[in-house]
């Protein structure tokens, strides 16, 4: 009889959400339920310092080893697609063996259209597909009206004037990674009732292609069965997923941006989460994460904070050779006052 030969294309899964909605969180619980399965990881984030990639290292799963977790911090993925995703996917395709499955977690700014696009290219058309993209959203932060235009001002301004763009920077990320999305994950289920988690999912629905369904999730803890096998080969399916910049128009990061604010060792970390606080309340700072050395503890102290709402927990020793100092990446809207953040983040 004769023999045919199936070409078996590697699935890949793209993450993508708004900054800080839990897709380090996902994908941390991914490793730890990976069950002996090779996976590779392309991580992409807003900002100089890298954290995400040491959060995922971070979880210790010995399935997981360095190789396994690629970097991509030169800008958001979604505008160096051919620069640096092409040749981070080419290579990871070309190893000896290959992984099972790849896992890409995009900035929180970046789109996710591009990217699928990519996997039409011929130097990865025939060795990989995506398997699906996930958008994690933070539940709390759309019912806290984060992503919401300010309906009555929107009209009143192009009232005057009818060629203004109406949306936020916030609003049409938000609404574009949801339009592109096979599976919503409503992260952040902890923090909101069930009435508002309701209104949660009505208000996301006209945004999600027909048949997408949103999973709910605390930590993004979810089963990997979920999340993987979707089978959505989205490269080929381009289509049905609208974006504000298929008409050519230019998506560059100048609405946001970010600093790297450096504070040596911090004595009082309940205080610096104060300070964070209060800046995250009088800016318009969205993200703050990073690591920070505490005088006398062996351990580092990470802190992420997700607007106004900051968490800190000791994650690993510091290492031998690795420099004892804290720095925080901090993201906002284009012109926040970086020196005053600065200074006051070190008061
Ligand atoms: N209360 C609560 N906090 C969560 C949940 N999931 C994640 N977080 C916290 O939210 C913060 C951001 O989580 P990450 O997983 O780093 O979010 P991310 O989307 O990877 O963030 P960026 O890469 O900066 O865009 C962290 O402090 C998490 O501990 C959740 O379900 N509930």
Known sequence: MAQTTRTTKIPATVVTGFLGAGKTSLIRHMIEQAGGRRL????NEFGDLGVDRELVRGCGDESCTDDDIVELTNGCICCTVADDFLPTITALLDRPEPPEHIIIETSGLALPKPLVKAFGWPEVRTRATVDGVIAVVDAAA???????TDVEAVQAQRAADPSLDHESPLEELFEEQLACADLIVLNKTDLVDAAT???VKAGMAEHLRPAVHAVTAVGGALDPAVLLGLDAAAEDDLDSRPSHHDDGHEHDH????????????????AALEARIKDVASRHDILRVKGFVAVPEKP???????VGDRVQRY???????????????????????????VAAELRA
């Open 254 to 269: 100048d609405d946001f941006a970010s600093i790297v604010v450096d504070l040596g060792e911090v004595a009082d970390p």
């Open 299 to 305: 351990m580092r102290l990470i802190v992420q904070g």
């Open 142 to 148: 759309v019912a806290a009206g984060r992503f919401a």
């Open 314 to 340: 000791f994650d690993r020793p510091w290492e031998a050779g690795e420099i004892r100092t804290s720095r925080l990446v901090v993201i906002g809207q284009a012109g926040f006052d970086a020196e005053a």
């Open 197 to 199: 988690l309701e209104r």
């Open 40 to 43: 590779a990881f392309i991580i």
